[in-house]
């Protein structure tokens, strides 16, 4: 199982960034993939996440300002950052599990990807 993730970026306060992750070798179909983040205060949660039927979930912290989404062939996510914040500042994670992601990065259960960095500054 591999999961390939975007490069990140550093942008200013307000900006946008897309992130994408497109995963393979997954050998079942009931797959939920999605965005952990872990802040430079090593903080880790789940930021979003969108299960095989299309269903997103939200962080509270990020609610109205991130899009998740995901194409046709089911492997491939986009999770689209827009006002971005300076404590939105982390390496973002792409994770892919069966069923659902855990809201907590304990354990990381399911596949995970090697991160990507995502600065904003003030």
């Known amino acids: 199982v591999q999961l390939q993730e975007s490069v990140g970026g550093s942008v200013q306060a307000g900006g946008a960034l897309r992130l994408s992750c497109t995963g393979s070798g997954f050998p079942f179909d009931e797959i939920t993939m999605g965005w952990y983040r872990q802040t430079p205060g090593n903080e880790c949660g789940l930021v979003s996440s969108?299960?095989?039927?299309?269903?997103?979930y939200y962080a509270d912290s990020v609610k109205g300002r991130f899009t998740i989404s995901r194409d046709s062939a089911g492997n491939t996510i986009y999770l689209q950052m827009n006002s971005l914040k300076p404590e939105d500042t982390a390496v973002f994670y792409c994770a892919a599990r069966l069923n659902f992601l855990h809201r907590t990065c304990a354990g990381r259960e399911g596949y995970w990807g090697q991160g990507t960095q995502v600065t904003v500054s003030s």
């Open positions: 969108i299960d095989w039927r299309g269903v997103p």
